[in-house]
């Protein structure tokens, strides 16, 4: 909680005003901000000086490490988050490659887990990470990458989240995150419970202890519209307590993430947080 109030200052005290062409906004900026998550000690880094709604964070890493394409199966799962960037995107809209109603096209999850092949087939990164660690292999490229500049033109939104790289260090296992992008006030605590919750989910499925997670951020900004509520309300809050992420230990493989894992698998314990704060959402 510390580290994302130092982060909020920081860009408040030092960002510079950039205009963003997608959202039609400025956003106010920094380059280079370092997170780091304790999922050995399960520190669960769920903001407190807001109401965070975790669960949808949750449902949809499933729904990327299940290869969705399709906004319809994110809300199945308890994800609402890419209804409006496959519906309400007018590039994507009169984009030739869309299918339909919350088609997303080939973003994020689809890369992960079926990257194409420039001879034919595909590639599944995800699986081969979870065979590798699960036989205590790290081969210095378990990693899971979303970033195929080669489809951005098939797809409704370039990743943000784009890499996840996993090392192992004996029977403990590590994972450095790179994001480029950033919407602090809304979508960073979004990205924490991702990859917190990632550690710990490969961590389990492959039968090793968690370790740290490392979040890097490239570009971090504050939208105009969002900065009065950030310096008025949530950095006027005193921080909480942190609470702990409960995985149903009952989720033993990839077959059981992809099959039957829903979100009452996922628990969280000991959450004390002030009042939700609304800020606004650039499409």
Known sequence: MKQYLQLCKRIIDEGVWVENE???KRCLTVINADLT??????EFPLITTRKSFWKGAIAE?????????NAADFRKLGAKTWDANANENSAWLNNPHRKGVDDMGRVYGVQGRAWRKPDGGSVDQFKKIIDNLSRGIDDR??????????????????PCMHTHNFSLLGDTLYLNSFQRSCDVPLGLNFNQVQVF????????ITGHK?????????NAHIYEDQL???QTVQLKREPLASPQLIINPDIKSLHDLETWVTMDDFEVQGYQHHEPIKYPFSV
């Open 22 to 24: 997608r959202t039609g």
């Open 37 to 42: 998550y304790r999922v050995d000690a399960n």
């Open 61 to 69: 890493l499933i729904g990327y490490l299940r290869g969705y394409d």
């Open 141 to 158: 490229g378990e990693i899971l990458s979303f970033y195929n500049p080669g489809e951005f033109h098939m797809g409704c939104l370039r």
């Open 197 to 204: 919750t990632l550690l710990a989910l490969v961590a389990q």
């Open 210 to 218: 968690a370790g740290v997670a490392y979040h890097k951020i490239v």
């Open 228 to 230: 009065e509520l950030m």
